[in-house]
């Protein structure tokens, strides 16, 4: 069974730090393409960040509105993913979810996503 959860949203004020993490379990994990998405109340989903593994090498992107400010790690050995958030801004404030995609197997995996309040 395919699970990925979240933990570590909440609220912050704006200025602040939080740690999105994403464990993952039920799949191969090294071999996905794993992303952090979010969608605002009114607004269609984006991708906030990206990071992709080729053996011990690990390339990560990263939506323009969060460069500089947010930061994804993944740890193969954990299967777990992570995303540092730090100057947080009230326009961050949405539901961030957890994806695992794999273009070999055509597989699409998504979390239940976590609320991140960004507000003072």
């Known amino acids: 069974q395919v699970q990925l959860v979240e933990s570590g949203g909440g609220l912050v004020q704006p200025g602040g730090s939080l740690r999105l993490s994403c464990a993952a379990s039920?799949?191969?994990?090294?071999?996905?393409?794993m992303s952090w998405y979010r969608q605002a109340p009114g607004k269609e989903r984006e991708l906030v960040a990206r990071a992709i593994s080729v053996g011990d090498i690990i390339t990560t992107n990263y939506g323009d509105s969060v460069k500089g400010r947010f930061t994804m790690s993944r740890d193969n050995a954990k299967n777990t993913v992570y995303l540092q958030m730090n100057n947080l801004k009230p326009e961050d404030t949405a539901v961030y979810y957890c994806?695992?995609?794999?273009?070999?197997?055509?597989?699409?995996?998504w979390g239940q996503g976590i609320q991140v309040t960004v507000s003072s």
């Open positions: 039920g799949f191969t994990f090294s071999r996905y393409v």
């Open positions: 994806n695992a995609y794999s273009p070999i197997f055509t597989k699409d995996y």
